[in-house]
């Protein structure tokens, strides 16, 4: 089988680090199942750097061996998706956790139509084979997150075992070289609209040591979700501040002593700075909202929005007004300090309003115009006039 020249219709592809103690019987059974099944299929183990003797030992029960120097799990992925000729491609790892004598269960639904199956081993967990504390926080807690933030819908989102079609691989794009890789892929088969079925599996303890870290790869997971969420990470928290800091300034500007007078003027100056940070993180997350637009090819239905109805000269025009709003309220309070002098507390709460205006009316201008160098890529769309 792994010396067919004929395409074949599934790829095995396992990565494998010292998985000498397990190697074997996973590619054996994947083997086995493909012959037993009537399935013309071939084994890629994509070592990343063994030292205990684990290529030889899988080639020898059947499997082509490719090398990956650089070390991580998702970068020993890579090469053996670009080493694998079958139609459709399973992921499993090396370490018999997976049932590789059901991957009949996941070529099915591909032949039906499905882009992505993955496993779901929350029902099947065997005694040992998941700590309590992967089972019962870290792996609900990352794919809730997940689920919130890209509505994938999938119970175990970080699950080993999964099957593809191959030609997805270009549209898919992956790119992580660690243990996150699991959730690039989950999240950008759900950007693309894929259709993603799950199948209950079991979990088994696995042979050989575990070279996952729980703390170290969970964070590289969380950071990894927040990165790809710019609305998550940038827009809701900035218009949650800009919201609060809105209030706080039109409250403490307006004289209404909530705290006592003494702390009016602190009021006023941290909900201007809510304001203000608050504006520049909505910013940020529009920038990189647009980013994925023009040049990830992400859809995007609010830049796309955006994208038809305003223009330049729009941003630049609500910048002027923001800014000469706030030119007019500091040459206000520069005219009142020249003539009464400094210390009243009304013209200060004014200059903090007139800079926080001017602040605002700059960001805004600038903004418009990196937004218009991000459009500079212009994508054609489907039913879009300005289509070529």
Known sequence: MAGSTREPELSVVIPCLNEAE???VVVEKAIRTMEREGISGEVVVADNGST?????????????????????????YQAGFTAARGEYILMGDGDDTYDFTQIDRFVGPLREGADLVIGNRMAGIQPGAMSWLHRRVGNPLLTGVLNLFFRTGVSDAHCGMRAFRRDLLPALDLRATGMEFASEHVIRSAKLGLEIREIEIDYHPRKGESKLSSFTDGWRHLRFLL????????????????????????????GIELFGREWQLHALIASVAAVIVGAQLLQIGVFSRAFAYYY?????????????????????????????IGLVIAGIVVALWLGRGLGALREERLALVGLMLVVLGLQTIFGAFFISVLGLRRRPHVGDRDAT
């Open 22 to 24: 397990g190697i074997a």
């Open 52 to 76: 205990d003797g684990s290529p030889a030992i899988a080639e020898a029960a059947g499997a082509r061996v490719v090398h990956e120097p650089r070390r991580g799990y998702g970068s020993a």
């Open 227 to 254: 990165v790809h969420s710019p609305t998550w990470l940038f827009v809701l928290p900035g218009a949650v501040l800009a919201v609060l800091g809105a209030l706080g300034t039109l409250i403490a500007a307006s």
């Open 296 to 324: 990830l090819g992400e859809s995007d239905s609010l830049i796309e929005a955006a994208r038809r109805r305003f223009r330049l000269e729009h941003g630049l025009a609500a910048g002027t007004a923001l800014l000469l």
